[in-house]
């Protein structure tokens, strides 16, 4: 794979600054069958996405724009080039002016109480890989 994300994310800016949720996304990378998941989203300044979690670990990489990430009352800006780790737990992802970026999140939880090596869940993606400290949860079908 690839692909200029400078050119998908100015078609998706575009359908953004048109639509009234003032937002756009593709998924650039990922989907059921990996772990990891990358979607590219534009936002239009003042737009926002509501509360809500991830399945996963995630980041915000900021290719153009601004944006704040904000769960209860701790928020984090970010400015063309930041990389803001989402924290774990419900949050917003607002623009504070037109902006474009890629969000990454593994799209299966980790259980981080666990201090024993656990495999994926057989069939599962990430079956027979090992790493530290992590349970696997399929998503849902």
């Known amino acids: ?3 200029s994300l400078t050119a998908l994310a100015r078609e998706q800016l575009e359908l953004a600054l048109t639509a009234s949720s003032g937002r756009s996304a593709h998924t650039v990378f990922g989907g059921p069958e990996h772990v990891l998941r990358q979607n590219l989203i534009a936002l239009a300044a003042g737009h926002k996405l509501n509360e809500h979690e991830n399945s996963g670990d995630a980041t915000v990489h900021v290719l153009h724009g601004q944006v704040r990430v904000a769960a209860g009352d701790v928020s984090s800006d970010g400015a063309s080039g930041h990389l803001i780790a989402v924290p774990d737990a419900p949050h917003t992802l607002e623009a504070l002016e037109d902006v474009w970026s890629t969000i990454a999140n593994a799209l299966w939880a980790v259980d981080r109480t666990s201090s024993t090596r656990h495999s994926a869940p057989s069939g599962s993606p990430a ?7 992590d349970r696997r949860v399929s998503p849902p079908t």
Request: charged share 20%.
């Open 1 to 3: 794979m690839n692909i």
């Open 127 to 133: 079956a027979g890989s090992r790493w530290p400290r």
